[in-house]
Every structure is written in structure tokens, then in C-alpha cells.
């Protein structure tokens, strides 16, 4: 055991666990990896450090600055915890749909919060943020667009794969929200294994990736009411819609079945990797991401096994 100086050395390196009890007899293994396991319980903290770091070593965040955000809640508490971390104010422009409990968590890192109005997802937070920001000579950051997202992921989180299977997996499953997870992995596990088939997950009623409606999810952690840029539409070879409900029944099923609690994001991307496991058969390998920790939710129901919404 050694000693931490800083929470940004506790980012990444999280576990890659294999599913036991909740994939079907004679499918593909399934193996989920934790971004739960960073410091906020987000895959964003891995984000957010790249983000900040390279501002910093290109001089484009001084001392004295604000990071400014405008995004969900959730991923704006991983710039909260950072800039605490490494002594910078942070002010995040949210929609006025985020849950208590994550606005609670993001004002206990310090942050200034501006809550807009939630019904465009977060691209009028966008506008108002990038406004604040130059009228301060602040740090705008753009979790959805800009390279530092999906190259962390190239660089840290596909590797961690990849060394954890002895090599890439026969299928990777990511929901989309920033776009990074996707695009970056997607591309570490596809250098390694020409072969493999990426799935990307969407609500089934917002259907973003696949053009058909225009609104934001009600559920946390995917489709923010826009495409993001750093979403590489051409690396994903299917699109996986799995509505509310279903991805609810799942986090369900592995809190039951695993011991495991995830939210409504990972619940739809453990769905997804199981149909897609399904397809597969046996001797296959399927590595899915869980961006979000279950307990965020417990306050707001979704562990309650009498209610069917």
C-alpha cells in the first residue's frame, strides 16, 4: 500500500469484472468495466483530468482562472473534485433536470452552480457557459468537443482492456453521452483486433444516433440532447436501443444477481451487451463500460422493486 498526495492519482486502473449470474447460459461472457471505481464513481473523472492537465501544460488555464462546464451534473462534478484538487474555482452551467443528490454532490466540491432550464438538454447551458467564460477571461471547457476527451480513453481506459483479456474482446458496448468513451476505446480495441464489433447504446425514446427524434433521455448518462463531436459516427458498426424500462429491470437484476449497483446508463449497456452476447454465443468475450455508480440513484427509486416505472 502506498501513499496518495492527490485524488488525481486515484483516476483509472479500474477492474474489469466478469458477470456470473446475470448473462444467459450458453452466450458470450460478459465483462463489465467500473469506472464506478473513480474517485466521484464516474468514468468522467478520467475525463476531466486529461482535460484540465493539457489546459495546464498549454497555458491555457492559469492560476487564477475559473473552470467553466456545461454539461450534466454528474460530469461536471468530476471538474469540481479536480479543480479542488488542484486548487481552481469552478463554475458549471447545468440543466435544471439534474436530481438532487448530484447537485448536492457538485456544490460539496466547492462548485458555483447555474441551473438552466433542462428542456434542450444542455445546449443552452452551452451557450450561457461559453458567454460567461469569455466575459471572465475564463476556461471554457467542452466536454463534447474537444480531442482530450476520446484520448484518454485510447491511451488509459482500451489498454486497461486489452491487458485485462490478454488482448481485445470479440465486441465492445459504450452508451453515448460525451462521445469519448466510444471513439477512444473503440479505437485502442479495434488496433488490436481488426475484427471487433463495436455497439452503440441509445435510449429508445431519443433516438439520437439514429436520427429519428430530436429530445434529450430523461435518464442520466447518455444522449444530452445533442451529438456530440467527439462521437466518431463511422468506428460503431450497430446502434442498440434500450428504452427506460429495460435498463431499470437490468440495474435490478445486478444488484440481485452480482452484488453490483449501477445506474440507469450502465443498466442499458449491460442490457445491450447481453443481446449482443446472445448473438455471439459461447467462447466469446464482450466488454461493456459502466460509467455511473447505482447509488447515485437509490434516493430517486430506481432500486425499488414496487414500482414498474
Known amino acids: 500500500m502506498e501513499v496518495t498526495n492527490y485524488m488525481s492519482q486515484l483516476i483509472g486502473e479500474t477492474p474489469l469484472l466478469k458477470l456470473q449470474r446475470t448473462v444467459p447460459y450458453k452466450a458470450a461472457q460478459v465483462y463489465v468495466k467500473l469506472e464506478t471505481a473513480n474517485p466521484t464513481g464516474s468514468i468522467y473523472d478520467r475525463v476531466a483530468l486529461n482535460m484540465i492537465e493539457v489546459a495546464e501544460n498549454e497555458g491555457r488555464l492559469q492560476a487564477d482562472q475559473q473552470i467553466v462546464v456545461a454539461t450534466t451534473a454528474e460530469v461536471a462534478a468530476s471538474f469540481a473534485l479536480l479543480g479542488a484538487s488542484k486548487g481552481y474555482d469552478t463554475k458549471a452551467f447545468v440543466p435544471d433536470t439534474a436530481t438532487h443528490h448530484d447537485l448536492t454532490i457538485l456544490r460539496a466540491y466547492g462548485a458555483q452552480v447555474q441551473l438552466i432550464p433542462g428542456k434542450q438538454g444542455v445546449v443552452d447551458a452551452m451557450t450561457q457557459a461559453r458567454a460567461y467564460a469569455e466575459a471572465g ?173
Open 137 to 309: 477571461n475564463h476556461l471554457f471547457i467542452d466536454v463534447y468537443d474537444d480531442e482530450g476527451n476520446a484520448a484518454v480513453h485510447e491511451k488509459t481506459t482500451g489498454p486497461e482492456i486489452i491487458e485485462a483479456l490478454n488482448g481485445a474482446p470479440d465486441a465492445f458496448v459504450s452508451t453515448i453521452a460525451t462521445g469519448g468513451t466510444m471513439t477512444g476505446v473503440g479505437t485502442a480495441l479495434r488496433q488490436e483486433n481488426k475484427d471487433i464489433q463495436l455497439y452503440a447504446v441509445e435510449d429508445k425514446d431519443s433516438k439520437f444516433l439514429s436520427g429519428e427524434m430530436a429530445k434529450p433521455s430523461v435518464a442520466t448518462g447518455f444522449n444530452p440532447g445533442l451529438l456530440p463531436l467527439n462521437l466518431d459516427t463511422t468506428l460503431y458498426d450497430s446502434i442498440v436501443a434500450i428504452d427506460l424500462a429495460k435498463a431499470k429491470e437490468t440495474s435490478r437484476l445486478l444488484a440481485i444477481n452480482e452484488g453490483l449497483l449501477v445506474g440507469p446508463a450502465g443498466g442499458a449497456a449491460v442490457a445491450a451487451a447481453i443481446a449482443v452476447a446472445k448473438t455471439l454465443g459461447q467462447n466469446k468475450k464482450v466488454v461493456v463500460v459502466i460509467p455511473d455508480d447505482g447509488r447515485r440513484f437509490v434516493a430517486e427509486g430506481a432500486f425499488d422493486f414496487n414500482t414498474i416505472n
